[in-house]
């Protein structure tokens, strides 16, 4: 049968496409980071989340302990709420708090978790009470400028002053 | 005045006639898609020379597509103190667009052109109305097998440009200009979603090779069999190819990714 010559390289190329296929998945993607462990939903809300977005981490002295699973607005409190997914075999005290971070100067937001010192802990569609929002830049510049702006205005300025 | 109303008459209906002519072909090409499938080794064969024979082009391609990103996406991105993200940069370019779309551009050139030249020096040597006559469909025997092979090849062929991309990128980046290989990884971990941007540029490159085998069959199948004609169809092959892929590449990325 004259197909046969090329079977075993036609059986190659796909096994090489699959191979890169799978090299995508796993090396440059995020397959392996996928968690198909069981999780359980609590929420926090804050008052700005600043650029967080869903799918986002959820760490605890810096270990992915869970994700942020969706963010939604609440017009009764006017507040973000956040949904989280954490890990079931993770647990965490009822009175511990939320605080958005981020990872470097301009690197992606996350939420760090600090535990806290209840003895009871947090269940299924609980909610994290202590939050903590997103450090917006524009407010801290303008806290900046307001601070400079408040030092410049007490202090006297002394006439020809070459600075 | 009339005779200007009346070719552009001419020429609105004789390309809306190739249209329906082609879409008609589609149709055609597709129902016969389960004889042409039962016979695998003439698929397979078609796999072989679409697919095995453009590897080499398309690996070195993708490798060298894969410095150039590193190289120049360092150049701007040092600027702002994050090198590291060269990772991110060169592994998203190339699954979301440069994979899929220059695989096709070259799969064109590479592959349509033969498959438009074989079928129209089939038809010019009336091989085709001879195996009318024996009562063997050239649909089913020529052009289906070979669209199956072009539509298997395609995203495997995507698929092992990008993955070669990255590793070229990955060749520039830290060993030659010394950017932390951990965070290389990371970061593109970090910012490569597997159905999101893997798995869309897969689907991109399906669409591709349908577009490209699809194109490249018609014009063969449709050419004047004459050495002129077959020449024409070759270059319609890649001309229309090209400007399909492109098209369809800002229809598709403007569906997948404009959230």
């Known amino acids: 049968m004259q197909a046969s010559r090329h079977d075993a390289w036609v059986g190659l190329f796909v096994l090489v496409g699959g191979a890169a296929l799978l090299f995508l998945a796993l090396k440059a993607g995020n397959l392996l980071s996928l968690n198909f462990d069981e999780t359980y939903q609590v929420s926090a809300k804050f008052d700005n989340i600043g650029g967080l977005k869903a799918r986002a981490a959820v760490k605890s002295a810096g270990v992915v302990v869970g994700r942020v699973e969706s963010i939604s607005f609440d017009d009764k409190t006017f507040q973000a709420k956040v949904v989280l997914n954490l890990h079931k075999n993770v647990q965490f005290p009822t009175d511990s708090s939320a605080k958005i971070l981020t990872a470097g100067l301009l690197g992606e937001q996350y939420i760090g978790l600090e535990p806290g010192a209840s003895e009871k802990n947090l269940a299924a569609n609980d909610q994290i009470k202590a939050t903590q929002s997103a450090v917006v830049l524009e407010t801290l510049i303008g806290q900046f400028l307001n601070s400079k702006a408040a030092d410049m205005g007490s202090a006297p300025a002394p006439a020809g002053d070459k600075k | ?259």
């Not at chain 2, 597509?65 to 090198?83: D, E, I, K, N, P």
């Not at chain 2, 020096?121 to 669209?147: C, H, I, N, W, Y």
């Not at chain 2, 999101?196 to 577009?211: E, P």
């Open chain 2, 1 to 259: 005045m009339t005779a200007l109303t009346a070719s552009l008459g001419l020429a609105l209906r004789q390309t809306l006639a190739g249209v329906g002519w082609g879409a008609r072909l589609f149709v055609q090409i597709l129902a016969r898609s389960l004889p042409a499938l039962a016979r695998f080794s003439l698929v397979r064969e078609q796999v072989f020379f679409l697919g095995n024979r453009s590897l080499s082009i398309i690996g070195v391609s993708g490798l060298f597509v894969g410095f150039v990103l590193a190289l120049q996406g360092y150049y701007t991105l040092q600027r702002y103190g994050s090198a590291e993200a060269v990772g991110l940069l060169v592994a998203l370019s190339l699954v979301r667009e440069l994979g899929p779309v220059v695989t096709a551009l070259l799969f064109a050139g590479r592959a349509g052109t033969s498959l438009t030249a074989e079928i129209g020096l089939m038809k010019a040597g009336e091989q085709l109305t001879a195996m009318e006559m024996m009562a063997v469909d050239p649909l089913t025997r020529v052009l289906s097998p070979r669209f199956w092979g072009g539509f298997i090849a395609m995203p495997l062929l995507a698929a092992v440009f990008s993955a070669v991309g990255i590793v070229g990128g990955w060749l520039v980046a830290v060993p030659l200009i010394g950017i932390d290989g951990g965070s290389f990884w990371s970061q593109m971990q970090g910012g490569v979603d597997v159905f999101a941007d893997v798995g869309n540029g897969v689907i991109k490159s399906l669409v591709f090779g349908i577009t490209v085998t699809f194109v490249a069959l018609q014009q063969g199948y449709a050419c004047s069999p004459t050495p002129e004609g077959v020449a024409q169809a070759t270059t319609r092959t890649v001309v229309i190819s090209s400007l399909a892929v492109l098209a369809f590449d800002f229809m598709l990325t403007a569906m997948m990714f404009s959230i």
